[in-house]
Each structure stands twice: as structure tokens, then as C-alpha cells.
């Protein structure tokens, strides 16, 4: 193998390494306490020791019937509305979830200064178009949500 292609081999691993460590920092805390969140949250929904907009055993018989059909039988909020309801249990859950989806976005946030660094112009596009991806659904998508 020569010089050059054991230098540029060298260079790939130190910015994985780099870029892994960026994540790392970032998602350690925030997955951590994030997670928690989902389950203390969850199980606040499950035991009913907090209100829920929409209980549990309520939920069954709207599987399979679609989004449409489940907002209006239950007058459910639609886009960010549902943060106005924090006070019950299934939306806290769903603010935990979305909590947890803003880890990785912010994990995602983080390596693009590393990767213009780096000047990796391949991995930053791929990187932006994700971010791209998580700022579209979060806004409810083309169709909405």
C-alpha cells in the first residue's frame, strides 16, 4: 500500500472518529434523560396517576381507522397544537418523544461544523438533507400533520 493511500485512510478514520465523538457528547445526556422522560411519561399515561386526553383502552378501537377518523371522533389537536395540552399524560408522552427527536437533530446540528471543517462536502450534504427531513416533518410535512 502506499504512503498517500494510508495517509488518506488515516485521515477517513480520524474524521469518523471525530464525528463519532461529536455525536457521542451530544446524544449521551440527551438520550439518557430523553428516554427517561419517555418512560416516566408513559407510564404516568398508563397508570392514569395523570389525566389523559385520550385513555388508553379508548385508543383500541381506533386502530386501523386512520388519522382523520381519530381526530375528529376525539376533537384531537392537529400540528403543534398539542402543546397547549402538556397537562395530560399522552401529550407529555408525545412531548417526551419529540424531546428525544431534538436530541438527534441537535446531534446531526453538531457534526456540520466538523464536516465544513473538514470540507467533506459529500457527508455535509447528506447531513443537511437530513436536517432538511427533520425541519419538513416537524413542520407537519407537505400535507401536514
Do not use: K
Not at 113 to 141: E, H, T, W
Request: proline share 3%; glycine share 12%.
Amino acid at each position: 500500500m502506499n504512503t498517500e493511500h494510508r495517509e488518506h485512510r488515516e485521515q477517513g478514520r480520524d474524521a469518523s472518529a471525530e464525528i463519532n465523538r461529536v455525536f457521542e457528547r451530544v446524544e449521551l445526556h440527551g438520550v439518557r434523560w430523553t428516554l427517561a422522560l419517555v418512560l416516566v411519561s408513559f407510564f404516568l399515561y398508563i397508570s392514569g396517576w395523570i389525566e389523559a386526553f385520550i385513555p388508553p383502552d379508548r385508543l383500541v378501537g381506533f386502530i386501523g381507522g386512520g388519522l382523520d377518523v381519530f381526530v375528529r371522533e376525539h376533537n384531537a389537536p392537529t400540528g403543534w397544537q398539542w402543546l397547549t395540552m402538556l397537562g395530560y399524560s399522552d401529550m407529555l408522552s408525545l412531548g417526551a418523544l419529540v424531546l428525544m427527536v431534538g436530541v438527534i437533530f441537535t446531534a446531526y446540528l453538531m457534526v456540520v461544523p466538523v464536516l465544513v471543517r473538514r470540507r467533506d462536502m459529500l457527508y455535509l450534504a447528506l447531513v443537511c438533507a437530513q436536517l432538511a427531513l427533520f425541519i419538513v416533518a416537524g413542520l407537519g410535512g407537505p400535507g401536514g400533520h
